[in-house]
């Protein structure tokens, strides 16, 4: 097997899940974090690439893929998760790591570099940065946590590419029977069904009721974060003092030019590199992606050793 696989224990007592690429020898550990609706598996590829320079961990996140489901669904929070990250970084023994995250992993990395800035020694974000397009947004809250059952994976592939086509298109019906298995996962009954907790979803619209509230409060200087995570991801960009990559699909309705330009203000030595043909895709892969990642690891290992540690 290219991996070994593992589990630990949350705070509240889950049980999580996480895979791990390559060597335990001293390396540098890239940390992988997925997003909203998705899990470790959508690193494979990536992981195979680097493990044999890099010690690769991928994250199932709470209520995703084999990690267990949370009884109470709003506990679906990034205010959850980074304890969840800090006890996976535990169990697996990293004290730093590059940590690569797409969407909401993405957010999750921005965090831990304002919460635990020393555990962070690059971050990569995929598609995400601390604002997002409406359009993207709306567009998420329209699926998320409602999809039809579905009895076949034809029918399981013809769902993900309804979900994910606007951001992969022109895409072969081969290209989504390749990657189904990456999203579902088979029932008691032998169905397929997604793998993570439609629950997500609600948690998700929940949390955007309650975002202008929030927002509202901080403008009055009242409240700026809850329970460690700021109410402004803005505040969490800033804490990044590492180098960062971010990559962009250049058809996302997630992450607009103009916010990487602000992201580019706020953070002059930004790398930032365009993906041609894609938009907010779940995926680590192709050669433009991969290939930006070669480049900016290459960039760390490049770097002078008095500005290395961990």
Wanted: charged content about 25%.
């Amino acid at each position: 097997m290219a991996f070994s696989e593992h589990r630990y224990a949350s705070d509240d007592g889950l049980s999580l899940y996480y895979r791990e690429y390559g060597r335990n020898d001293g390396r540098d550990t890239i940390l992988c974090l997925p997003g909203l609706t998705r899990n470790s598996r959508d690193f494979h590829e990536l992981a195979l690439r680097l493990a044999d320079r890099y010690r690769v961990v991928c994250a199932d996140p709470r209520g995703r893929g084999m990690s267990d489901r949370d009884p109470d669904w709003r506990n679906y929070n990034i205010a959850t998760y980074m304890p969840d990250v800090s006890r996976l970084m535990d169990a697996a023994g990293v004290t730093r790591a590059i940590f690569l995250g797409t969407s909401m992993g993405g957010l999750m990395s921005m965090t831990m570099a304002y919460q635990r800035p020393e555990c962070v020694k690059a971050i990569v974000l995929n598609d995400i940065g601390p604002a997002a397009d409406r359009a993207g947004i709306k567009r998420i809250l329209r699926y998320v946590g409602r999809h039809e059952p579905v009895n076949s994976w034809d029918e399981a592939a013809a769902q993900l590419e309804s979900t994910y086509g606007i951001a992969l298109p022109d895409r072969p019906r081969a290209f989504w029977e390749d990657r189904v298995r990456m999203t579902y996962r088979e029932d008691a009954d032998g169905r397929p069904e997604l793998d993570m907790d439609p629950k997500i979803g609600d948690a998700l619209r929940s949390s955007m009721r309650i975002a202008p509230i929030l927002k509202s409060l901080r403008a009055l200087r009242l409240v700026t974060q809850v329970r460690g995570v700021p109410i402004d991801a803005w505040d969490s960009f800033r804490a990044i003092e590492v180098p960062c990559l971010v990559m962009r699909g250049e058809l996302s309705d997630i992450l607009s030019g103009e916010i990487v330009g602000r992201m580019k203000a706020v953070k002059p030595d930004l790398h930032v590199v365009t993906i041609p043909g894609i938009g907010h895709s779940p995926y680590i892969e192709g050669p433009e992606m991969l290939g930006a990642i070669d480049t900016f690891l290459a960039g760390l290992d490049a770097a002078p050793r008095s500005s290395r540690s961990g």
